[in-house]
């Protein structure tokens, strides 16, 4: 039984004991319950004993039970008095007794002492020979109800200690030693008097005080040393701190960051900037070249004819005429508007002087403009591949763009034009390749050397797709992919001096027609000339030197033909009245003639 009584208050019965005490029966209500008297040891069916003392079963617990008379039955004192006891047939069985809780238990019988003699008990009569029987017992009375309830701890009422009975002294586990810095006194131990609810008797906790362990044996509840609360970890309060810390920071830089980017900062901002110095340039440098040419440089915008377009030009001379690309002004041939724009701001209305759409080159002039400062000409015949030139014009109507490269190629043919369709409108060009970036609306724009001087005339662009043909219009609207052409000045020089002069240029002739669709090496001469013609003119250059239908001429000066177009770019590029000395093949033989260049005029 482990009901929170110590183990010595279940002390088991002796076995003849635990025979003998009945379980008592349930009790109704709060009354007590009869107690039964023990029973003596039953003998043998004669009334003697059955055995010695050795086979008596030894009884250790005895009480006192008073029966109806008030006597009292006491052990034997001797061991002689036993056996006359066992030998007389014993008493009737007395009625039972009830306890109440007015009548408290008899006390506990002393112990003989050996010299005093054992109290005899008095020896029952025997019953005599025809004495009649005794009377039988009287009917029990009804029980009255108990007092209290069963022992739920079923406690046995014979001798054993119960409930009541003070407990012993607490075997309480040796203190632990102090330290011998510290003196701790001994706690005296205190008797437990009374069971107690676990509560009963402990003072109140006070409020924040740490918890007590809990000595179920003390009287007061009280216990041990209370055990020291632990203290709480440094890190976690490290981390929650940090964690706060970040939270306070974050929002305090998004508030910083959100104010800069509205009011553009704290405080004004000043940033680092290089003092003014020299603003001056070399003038063989790009920024000299183009601060010497720009002034001389214009815009024209073209109208007519149901079309527009914008090109370059820059100034000839102080009266005003301006050279350019024929297909700059082409729109404004019969009576077109041309507006120029100066460099400076200043616009001015221009008139058509002469073009050629051979040369691809044309002149207008402005009035009434002032302070007009013209570009000087170089010599394109001392240009050689690489040198530097700065290429300025208008691409896409962007006034005063600069760009700047180097020379590619000389003596490049190119043809250009032919939207008409009837070849009068083809320009041949000996030219000068750059890869200085031109554009549509460079064309007519001045391609200047090293010392500000003009060495040639943009005009047309080698297209991604292929083709090729002027500034702004044909295969170059694609835009610049480094290759660009211009004019030599040489070739714009003579053309303008006589459109200035006369109005027409004229195009030197060698007097033959070629045969525009052989696919041999070198440029044929043809059967047959235009509408039937004879295709060597008779008195014509060509037919003095001695040149034949069917000849194929493969040198011009000593310079490779490869086709019709390159022989008439070769002789465009010479004035009229030009000795001139040709290599042919005729009948598989090679021949040298020399001729005297004639001249025809232009369109």
């Keep these: 039984m482990n009901n929170g009584k110590p183990n010595w208050w279940s002390r088991p019965s002796s076995a003849p004991e635990a025979a003998r005490i009945p379980s008592p029966p349930p009790a109704d209500g709060d009354g007590d319950f009869p107690l039964p008297a023990p029973q003596p040891p039953t ?18 617990d005895v ?11 006491t052990p034997a004192g001797t061991p002689a008095d036993a056996a006359e006891a066992a030998a007389t047939p014993g008493p009737a069985p007395a009625p039972p007794v009830l306890l109440t809780k007015s009548e408290p238990p008899a006390p506990a019988p002393e112990a003989p002492t050996p010299d005093a003699p054992a109290p005899q008990a008095p020896a029952a009569e025997a019953p005599t020979a025809g004495a009649p029987a005794p009377e039988a017992a009287p009917a029990a009375q009804p029980a009255p109800q108990p007092l209290h309830a069963p022992d739920e701890y079923r406690t046995p009422p014979y001798g054993e200690p119960g409930p009541w009975a003070p407990a012993p002294p607490v075997q309480r586990p040796p203190a632990p030693v102090p330290p011998q810095q510290a003196h701790v006194p001994p706690v005296p131990p205190q008797p437990y008097p009374h069971p107690q609810p676990l509560n009963a008797g402990m003072p109140p906790r006070a ?36 964690l706060v810390f970040a939270l306070v920071t974050g929002v305090i830089g998004g508030g910083v960051g959100a104010y800069v980017e509205r009011n553009g900062g704290i405080s004004t901002v000043e940033l680092p900037q290089a003092d003014a110095g020299d603003t001056g340039r070399a003038p063989d440098s790009v920024a000299g070249i183009a601060a010497s040419a720009l002034p001389g440089v214009v815009t024209l915008h073209v109208k007519g004819g149901g079309s527009s377009g914008t090109g370059t030009g820059f100034v000839l001379d102080t009266k005003g005429h301006i050279l350019t690309n024929n297909h700059v002004v082409d729109a404004a041939e019969s009576s077109g508007d041309i507006s120029v724009t100066f460099s400076s701001g200043e616009t001015a209305r221009a008139k058509l002087v002469g073009k050629d759409s051979g040369y691809d080159l044309a002149v207008v002039q402005v009035t009434g403009v002032s302070g007009l400062k013209p570009l000087p000409l170089g010599n394109s015949d001392n240009v050689r591949v690489g040198d530097p030139v700065v290429a300025i014009g208008a691409p896409f109507d962007l006034s005063n763009t600069v760009t700047s490269g180097i020379i590619s190629a000389k003596e490049r043919p190119i ?21 200085a970036p031109i554009n549509p609306g460079n064309s007519g724009g001045p391609l200047l050397d090293s010392k500000a001087r003009v060495v040639g005339i943009n005009s047309a662009i080698r297209a991604a797709g292929g083709g090729s043909g002027e500034g702004d219009g044909g295969g170059g609207q694609a835009g610049s992919i480094g290759l660009g052409f211009a004019i030599p000045i040489n070739q714009g020089k003579r053309v303008a001096e006589e459109l200035i002069n006369t ?41 003095k030197a001695g040149l034949r239908p069917g000849d194929v001429i493969t040198k011009v000066d000593g310079q490779r033909v490869h086709n019709g177009e390159e022989l008439i770019v070769k002789i465009r590029a010479h004035r009229p009245g030009d000795r001139l000395e040709l290599t042919l093949i005729r009948d598989g033989k090679e021949l040298t003639k020399t001729l005297t260049l004639g001249s025809s005029q232009g369109a």
């Design 503 to 543: 109005g027409k240029a004229t195009h030197p002739v060698i007097g033959v027609s070629l045969d525009m669709q052989f696919n041999g090496d070198g440029a044929r001469v043809g059967e047959k000339g235009k509408d039937g013609s004879a295709a060597v003119t008779p008195g014509g250059p060509a037919a």
């Design 43 to 60: 003998g043998s069916p004669t009334g003697g004993p059955t055995g010695g003392p050795s086979d008596a079963p030894a009884v250790t």
């Design 415 to 435: 043809t250009a034009g032919g939207e008409k369709g009837d070849g009068s409108d083809i320009s041949y060009v000996d030219a000068l390749q750059t890869d």
């Design 207 to 242: 409020a924040g005080a740490p918890w007590m362990q809990y000595d179920p044996w003390s009287a007061d509840g009280a216990g041990l040393p209370p055990v020291p609360a632990k203290k709480k970890s440094r890190k976690g309060l490290a981390v929650a701190g940090a």
């Design 63 to 73: 009480t006192d039970v008073a029966d109806g008379a008030g006597h009292s039955a």
